[in-house]
């Protein structure tokens, strides 16, 4: 869950 | 979202904006570093890998397609438009960017979240462009005069990442379990480097002169 998080930054 | 967040993408977005109005208006590149372009263009190609598997929201989509784009029309450019091509100092852009690429990627095979191939890529792409305005730093060394285009370029491209270390901060404060020590040590060297280039910008700035590094 938390890695998918980082993804949804430019 | 967070207020630094949006706060970096539109430094981000202003930076590329004060790029592409340089070069597509006045038709020069003067004072740009290409292998910097060339950087940032395998940046985004490999951070964004995810555009079409994965969908947060139509900015999210939107700002990688704008990056990509960008980033790849203003190679193009730099390399194939017959006039901005002659604007271009080849002999004085010589930092040797490959000795980049290589030792980003050994790491982000040895040092990453989950050992995935996008994940690497992903990983790859932060290490890259921690380093990736080092051409252009060496460049503006190089360069007698700085151009008030380019020192605004280089400032915005530098600012969007402090920005996004506050976003980072903010998010760690706010959502549990919210760590990525990678993206943060990445994020933090990037913005150090500009260090002395954010100096310099701000004496020149302070006294009205021309921004020059000292050699």
Redesign the interface.
Known sequence: KTTKEAKDEL | MNIF?LAG?MT?LASVLVLLLKIHTIKSCAGVSLKTQELYAIVFATRYL?IFT?F??IY?TL??LI?LGSSFSIVWYMRYHKTVRRTYDREQDTFRHWFLVLPCLLLALLIH??FTFL?VL?TFSLYLEAVAILPQLVLLQRTRNIDNLTGQYVFLLGGYRGF?IL?WIYRYLT?P????WI?WIAGLVQTLLYADFFYYYFQSWKNNKKLQLPA
């Open positions: 967040r993408d981000h995810d994965s947060y929201s999210n700002m990688k990056f979240e989950k994940e992903w996004y976003n959502e379990h919210f760590v990525h993206t």
